[in-house]
């Protein structure tokens, strides 16, 4: 019978008959896939495994140290850490359409997760060993979509490093790929994963970058993690994190309006909760959130938020709205 345990067991023996005594590469993103896949695959060959962390900049407050120190503990995993929080903001400047946000932020995600990954390759190889492995949190229903068998990963090197061939050819190791969502929750619960990971609630790849309406800016973004940490904090503390699907917290950064705060008029950006109830974000309905949950959100925001001076709450289902406001 299905227990987390006997997953954890059966993966682990699967992921050493794989590896053998060759090295692997794990891209982190701070979800809870990559995560649960890099600490079966942890358990299985150890130090085996790099992790690699781009740190795109894009993160909310606190996600980052959750996988640099929380996940390192919990682990004892390898990290590379690569912090491209510049890089990042540099190609996005100027930038307004969401599209190009996210073309743009995938772009430079691949440039230097595939410079720390030939970087890797390069310090293997100087020690005589070969790094053959890329572990990715594939899970059951992305294999159904794509139309299942499992492959090689041909990954284009835009840099030369230490004279490495161009294209660098990765075998994967895929230990979710027979699993749902939920079980993969349970199989990072029984791996002893951080519960800020484990039970992480939907967040996108490109973060914080299509949660700013307008350019993406250093003060934005700063702006963003505040205020948004504050509804996350509020929505906890109320129990309501089951409840919602996820509540994008938006900056609406080239809108102003006019407040009084403290001593005297301000001219702020708004920002729009956005919470919703769903079953697989095809469709979505927005949460009946109490009012004293609001309140304190909206008190606390735009108290302890300089700068933000009127919480609005999106009250449209989708369809005809999308979850996140780009
Ligand atoms: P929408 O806004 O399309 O979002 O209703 C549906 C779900 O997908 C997430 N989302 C993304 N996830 N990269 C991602 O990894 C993206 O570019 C992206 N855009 C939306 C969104 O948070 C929601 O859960």
Redesign the pocket.
Known sequence: SWTAASIVDEQVAAIRAQIGSKRAICGLSGGVDSAVAAALVNKAVGDQLTCVYVDHGLMRKGETEQVEKDFVAATGVQLKVVDAAEQFLTALAGVTDPEQK?KIIGREFIRVFEQAQAELVAEAGAAGEDVAFLVQGTLYPDVVESGGGTGTANIKSHHNVGGLPDDLEFELVEPLRMLFKDEVRMVGQELGLPEEIVQRQ?????GLG?RIVGEVTRERLDLLREADAIAREELTAAGLDREI??C?VVLLGEVRSVGVQGDGRTYGHPVVLRPVSSED?MT?DWSRLPYDVLARISTRITNEVRDVNRVALDITS?PPG???WE
């Open positions: 996210r939907p967040f996108p790849g490109p299509i699907w996820q994008p974000a979505a989708k999308t979850i996140e």
